[in-house]
């Protein structure tokens, strides 16, 4: 997904959600507050802040999730799967783009909506398991393509004493990508089992993150701190391989895994925006922000592997429970500007 996309596909919500507070103001309800440094438009007793940021973003993820391979399909053949799931992002640093509003009226109340995603961009992905039908020292390294990441998110805070200010929000968070063509450790591609001519695998996280937090507002900055013992992630793995037997006939080979953690992860979030104004109307700045997240425990897996075409068709399925850990980290920086009107 393009900055551009995700700017069209943000730009709704953030529009349905300014008119949420229009309606708010009429019915006489509490004065909503906005972040210094940005820009404002004022709509009767509302001021509603738009802002866009870009910048550049690395991004650290590592999920392990190891499982017993049991089924057999009804042929007798036992499943040819890994042991375990356990990959890594390798230069991981994309472009980043973000849409949002923050408003307010009179009052300590204030509202902030944000839209952020990447730049798709092709990365490597390393993964640890050992394949045992591959006779080949882990770790593999595979091309990975489209990696996408955005997130949504939504915050209420109230000032409590002078610039100070306790939030409270939730955040939606999703990051997947493709990757295929393994090799080893020494660029060497790695032979694919027998008869398979294709080998394709995606990975994708949604994490639900309800937060708590604290704010500090100064003349021209702003800094945050977030904290949630909640996130609550879901992955899932698809894979696909196809292959041609002796010249006969061709199958393909699909397989889904998802997982779900019984309980919930950390979540820790920092950033630091510092404006400046360069002309009455028109306000640029820079700002970082540090994002964590770590999740390990049991948790429920759900595989479901097929075959579609030659002679022997099949289809298995196989739920457990098993103890995975998953760690991401983002480390953000760049630019903002607004207009004031």
């Not at 699909?254 to 979030?269: E, I, P, R, W």
């Not at 028109?282 to 948790?299: D, H, I, V, Y």
């Amino acid at each position: 997904m393009s900055i551009r996309a995700c700017v069209k596909k943000s730009a709704a919500s953030l529009l349905i959600a300014g008119l949420v507070l229009v309606s708010v103001n009429i019915s006489g309800a509490q004065v909503l507050s906005s972040i210094p440094g940005i820009g404002n438009l004022d709509i009767a007793n509302i001021r509603v802040v738009p802002f866009v940021q870009v910048g550049y973003k690395n991004i650290g993820f590592n999920l392990n999730l190891p499982f017993t391979v049991t089924p057999v399909d009804q042929f007798g053949g036992v499943f040819n799967g890994p042991p375990a799931l356990d990959l890594n992002f390798r230069d991981a640093g994309v472009w980043v783009g973000s849409i949002g509003l923050d408003a307010r009226l009179a009052s300590a109340l204030f509202l902030s909506l944000r839209a952020d995603g990447n730049a798709t961009k092709n990365i490597s992905v390393v993964t640890g398991e050992n394949f045992p039908w591959w006779q080949i020292q882990a770790p593999y390294i595979w091309s990975g393509s489209g990696l996408q990441w955005w997130d949504i998110d939504g915050m209420v805070g109230y000032t409590f004493f002078k610039d100070w200010s306790a939030v409270v929000g939730v955040r939606y968070d999703k990051v997947t990508v493709s990757f295929a063509n393994p090799v080893d450790q020494t660029g060497t591609p790695i032979n694919l089992p027998p008869n398979t001519t294709q080998l394709t695998q995606d990975i994708v996280v949604k994490t639900w993150i309800p937060y708590i937090g604290l704010q500090l507002n100064g003349p021209n900055y702003k800094a945050s701190l977030l904290y949630s013992p909640f996130a609550s992630p879901q992955v899932a793995t698809p894979q696909s391989s196809s292959a041609i037997v002796l010249g006969l006939f061709s199958y393909v080979d699909s397989s889904l895994m998802n997982y779900n953690f019984a309980s919930t992860g950390s979540f820790v979030d920092g950033y630091f925006e510092y404006d400046v104004s360069i002309r009455d109307t028109l306000l640029f700045g820079l700002w970082a922000r540090g994002t964590w997240m770590r999740f390990s425990g049991n948790g429920d897996l759900n595989w479901l592997d097929s075959s579609v075409g030659g002679p022997f068709p099949s289809s298995v399925v196989d739920p457990q429970s098993t103890t995975g850990t998953l760690n991401t980290y983002g480390l953000s920086g760049g630019l903002s500007a607004a207009l004031s009107f």
